[in-house]
T-cell receptor, first 113, second 114 residues
Framework: GESVGLHLPTLSVQEGDNSIINCAYS??????FIWYKQESGKGPQFIID?????DKRQGQRVTVLLNKTVKHLSLQIAATQPGDSAVYFC????????????FGTGTKLQVIP | ETGVTQSPTHLIKTRGQQVTLRCSSQ?????VSWYQQALGQGPQFIFQ???????GRGNFPPRFSGLQFPNYSSELNVNALELDDSALYLC?????????????FGPGTRLTVT
């Protein structure tokens, strides 16, 4: 069945370093891939998405890479800050007439000051 | 903050009871989706409403139902509560014409079923 999963449940990085969070997906029919950030006690926050016909998309301090050959998605955060500490979810969306978004289980990012 | 609000923030119910959760979407957004997030898990899609009609549904039984109102606010109703319904319930709004991935979540309602 459809699934979105993450390679590492917890990632610890030094403040100022770059972070890379990886994700594998299985549904090759997905139209969009999305990254969300969820801080404790809050709802997920949209970070960036990428359409299936793209390989790379950049935002503010973040870059998402999509490798459809190996069904792999990654989120790169430049110059990681303490405020980046959160759980990060990759998700995939199958537009199919409505916006069904399938989330993975999440990676916890811990930033070491 | 996203501008999406949910009420109540916390709720405790007994097995077998019914519950109604409410969501006000971000201004200008006409699509609302509801998700269930169990502890330590990613959110799971329940259903989506667009222009007051259910526009898609995940793998949830019929005792999970919803409404969307003309002002695009929404309700999630759960009948015959079960212990496994204990979770964080999230709503997310999006502008219909936005890229599919672009949703804005509220802070959620924490439901505990005893």
């Amino acid at each position: 069945g459809e699934s979105v999963g993450l390679h590492l449940p917890t990632l610890s990085v030094q403040e100022g370093d770059n972070s890379i969070i990886n994700c594998a997906y299985s549904n090759s029919a997905s139209d969009y891939f999305i990254w969300y950030k969820q801080e404790s006690g809050k709802g997920p926050q949209f970070i960036i998405d990428i359409r299936s016909n793209m390989d790379k998309r950049q935002g503010q301090r973040v870059t998402v890479l999509l490798n459809k050959t190996v069904k792999h998605l990654s989120l790169q955060i430049a110059a990681t800050q303490p405020g980046d500490s959160a759980v990060y979810f990759c998700a995939e969306a199958d537009s199919g007439g409505y916006q069904k978004v399938t989330f993975g289980t999440g990676t916890k990012l811990q930033v070491i000051p | 903050e996203t501008g999406v609000t949910q009420s109540p923030t916390h709720l405790i119910k007994t097995r077998g009871q019914q519950v109604t959760l409410r969501c006000s979407s971000q201004s200008g957004h006409n699509t609302v989706s509801w998700y269930q997030q169990a502890l330590g898990q990613g959110p799971q899609f329940i259903f989506q409403y667009y222009r007051e009609e259910e526009n898609g549904r995940g793998n949830f039984p019929p005792r999970f139902s919803g409404l969307q109102f003309p002002n695009y606010s929404s309700e999630l109703n759960v009948n015959a509560l079960e212990l496994d319904d204990s979770a964080l319930y999230l709503c997310a709004s999006s502008p219909r014409l936005a890229p599919t991935g672009e949703q804005y979540f509220g802070p959620g309602t924490r439901l505990t079923v005893t």
